[in-house]
């Protein structure tokens, strides 16, 4: 078990591009959360799947945001004409569900739009 | 608007002694609360957890306090160690919803040998 993978570590990108971040959860986990910390924050709640259905979505997922688990195993995050405001940690979590144990978070993909 | 706060951003706290990280919270349909460490460049890690019908619940050196009535917890570390150096947030659920919680921004606690 090699834990929650997420790819790339970071990413800088250029004002109105697209980026796709990925994770891969712990492998017998059919839970999967997407969470954003910005600088001095705590991590937001974005989204999450049960298997590959995605079950609830937060209203900071605005229409540029999609996630996507199209086997019920990897997940991606996809953010379209990219903001300043969107620089932030994303981070990936599982869990076998529900569970009162928390999550088991990946080390996150830094993102920085300039 | 924030249902979880944590209000201190940092703690500075002598090898030995206890260290005490506090949380609120405003709403009251939480009654699940979690504690989690984070090192730089780790995502954070769960530590320990504490359900309404408890007020304390301790894991070796950890124990979390809570006050319902005040919508106030806190974790507490004895003896503090230098890995225990690290910034602390707590989280809150509301039990028929373990799939989404709320963090509080952050405690960085800084144990000095």
């Known amino acids: 078990d090699t834990g929650v993978s997420q790819d790339p570590r970071h990413k800088i990108t250029k004002r109105g591009q697209n980026v796709t971040f990925r994770c891969d959860p712990i492998?017998?986990?059919?839970?999967l959360y997407w969470y954003r910390q910005t600088l001095g924050q705590g991590p937001e709640f974005l989204t999450y799947?049960?298997?590959?259905?995605?079950?609830?979505k937060s209203r900071l997922l605005s229409d540029r945001f999609s996630a996507e688990r199209p086997k019920g195993s990897f997940s991606t995050l996809e953010i379209q004409r990219t903001e300043q405001g969107d620089s932030a940690m994303y981070l990936c979590?599982?869990?076998?569900?529900?569970?009162?144990?928390?999550?088991?978070f990946g080390s996150g993909t830094r993102l920085t739009v300039v | 608007d924030q249902q979880v706060k944590q209000n201190s951003p940092s703690l500075s706290v002598q090898e030995g002694r206890i260290s005490i990280l506090n949380c609120d919270y405003t709403?009251?349909?939480?009654?699940?609360f979690l504690w989690y460490k984070k090192y730089p460049a780790e995502g954070p890690t769960f530590l320990i957890s504490?359900?309404?019908?408890?007020d304390k619940n301790e894991d070796g050196r950890f124990t979390v306090f809570l006050n319902k009535s005040a919508k106030h917890l806190s974790l507490h570390i004895v003896p503090s160690q230098p890995g225990d150096s690290a910034v602390y947030f707590c989280?809150?659920?509301?039990?028929?919803?373990?799939?989404?919680?709320?963090f509080g921004s952050g405690t960085k606690l800084n144990v000095k040998p």
């Open positions: 989280a809150a659920s509301a039990s028929h919803n373990f799939n989404k919680f709320y």
């Open positions: 709403n009251s349909m939480f009654d699940y």
């Open positions: 799947f049960q298997n590959e259905a995605q079950l609830e």
């Open positions: 979590a599982s869990s076998l569900a529900p569970t009162e144990d928390g999550y088991t």
């Open positions: 492998s017998e986990h059919n839970r």
């Open positions: 504490i359900s309404s019908i408890k």
